[in-house]
C-alpha cells in the first residue's frame, strides 16, 4: 500500500505519485492528526456512496407550483421524496454495474478496465474510514454532445460504437471538505488509470454557467483546454469569439464546457 508525507510543498509529490504508480488504496498523511486514503469503491461502499451523492446533488426540483397551504406543502414533500427515491435507486443501480465490472475485469482479462469509480476519505485514529468524495474515471467515446450515461454499457455494445477515450465524471467533494485541493488529488488517481491504460489523453465535461466557476477554474489550472468544433460552434457566432472558444455544447439543454488533457508530459 502506497503511502507519503502531505505537507505544504507536498501535493505536487503526492499527485505525482498518483499519476506514476496508481496503484490503490493510496494513503498518505494531510496533516499531523489527518490521514487521508484514496482507494476504488467496494460493493459494501454503495450505500454510502448513494447518501454522499443525495446530500450534494439532492433530488431535482419539482416544477410545478404549489401554494402554502398545508395540502399543497404535503404533496410537494411527497414528490420531493419519490425524486430522492429515484435519484437514489439510478445511482444506487448504476454504481453497482461499475463495480462489478471493474471486479469482472480483474478475473476476465477478455472484460475491458473500462470502469473505475474511486473515492476518497478520512481515516480516524481506529482506522474508520469516512468518505468525503468520489470520481469515475470510464472509457467513453469523446463526444462532446454527451455525458456518461448513468448505466454501464455491455463490452460488446462499447466495441459496436466505436472508439473509446478516457473520461472523468462524477467527480464530487463534500462542502466541508472544499478548498483543502483534494479535487486534484483524487483527479490525478484518475488521471493515473488513464495513463495506466496505455492513453495519452483524458476527457471531461463541465457546467459552463456561473455555478461552476470554481470547477472549471480547477480543470484549467490543472492542464485541462477546452475542444473546439468550428462548425458545431457556429451555433454560438452571438455569444462573441470568447464563448466560442470556451468549447460550449448543450447537453441535454443544459449548457456544459468539453475539456480535454494531454497526459503525454506527466512526469
Known sequence: MPSAPFGECAQASVINSLKANPNL??????????NIRIRFIEKSDLNAAVQLCLREYGSYPVSKSFNDNPISIWVKGKMNDFDNFLFSFVVLLGLGQRVERREQSNIDASIPQD????C????????????????????QIPDPSKTSPPFVVPPALK???????????????????RGKGYSKLIMAA???????WGFDEVYLHVDASTSGT????????????????????????WMGIESIN??????????????????????
Not at 190 to 196: K, L, R, V
Not at 214 to 231: C, D, H, M, T
Not at 246 to 267: N, P, Q, W
Open 190 to 196: 484518475c488521471e493515473g488509470i488513464a495513463i495506466q
Open 115 to 118: 470502469h473505475n469509480v474511486i
Open 246 to 267: 470556451r468549447g460550449l455544447y448543450i447537453v441535454d439543454g443544459v449548457a456544459l464546457l468539453f475539456l480535454k488533457k494531454d497526459l503525454s508530459s506527466v512526469e
Open 214 to 237: 470554481a470547477a472549471q477554474n480547477l480543470y484549467i489550472s490543472n492542464g485541462y483546454r477546452p475542444v473546439v468544433n468550428e462548425q458545431y460552434n457556429q451555433n454560438f457566432e
Open 120 to 139: 476518497i476519505s478520512e481515516i480516524d485514529s481506529e482506522g474508520n474510514e469516512r468518505m468525503f468524495g468520489m470520481a469515475e474515471i470510464s472509457l
Open 159 to 177: 466495441k459496436v460504437l466505436g472508439y473509446q477515450k478516457p473520461y472523468i465524471s462524477n467527480v464530487l467533494i463534500t462542502n466541508e471538505y
Open 25 to 34: 488504496p493510496f494513503d498518505f498523511q494531510y496533516s499531523h492528526s489527518t
